[in-house]
């Protein structure tokens, strides 16, 4: 089992930044890949930014050049560096990992708010 939980979430004036942090239970970022999702109110999840055990990342167009996955193994906590921020970027922001060995193996935090408002 792994424990996932997210802190950092908030609210911010458009332009602003926030930092999101997943702190895990236990070291696993050389078997998982680490990732960042969210929701919005009526939309369905989606994913903002992926770190694979590796370390190679992706992001989603929206956020692109925006927002920053990076990953602290001696803290075993992943984060989401988030700036320049949108209003359209409101959402319930959730951690996830996955074993890249076993994908069953499928954990995810409870959720942090953020919401980008005037």
């Known amino acids: 089992q792994v424990q996932l939980v997210e802190s950092g979430g908030g609210l911010v004036q458009p332009g602003g930044s926030l930092r999101l942090s997943c702190a895990t239970s236990?070291?696993?970022?050389?078997?998982?890949?680490m990732a960042w999702y969210r929701q919005a109110p009526g939309k369905q999840r989606e994913l903002v930014a992926r770190?694979?055990?590796?370390?190679?990342?992706n992001y989603a167009d929206s956020v692109k050049g925006r927002f920053t996955i990076s990953r602290d193994n001696a803290k075993n906590t992943v984060y989401l560096q988030m700036n320049s921020l949108k209003p359209e970027d409101t959402a319930v922001y959730y951690c996830?990992?996955?074993?890249?060995?076993?994908?069953?193996?499928?954990?995810w935090g409870q959720g942090t708010q953020v919401t980008v408002s005037s």
């Open positions: 770190t694979t055990n590796s370390g190679s990342t």
């Open positions: 996830n990992a996955v074993n890249v060995l076993r994908p069953q193996d499928d954990y």
């Open positions: 236990r070291s696993i970022f050389s078997i998982y890949a």
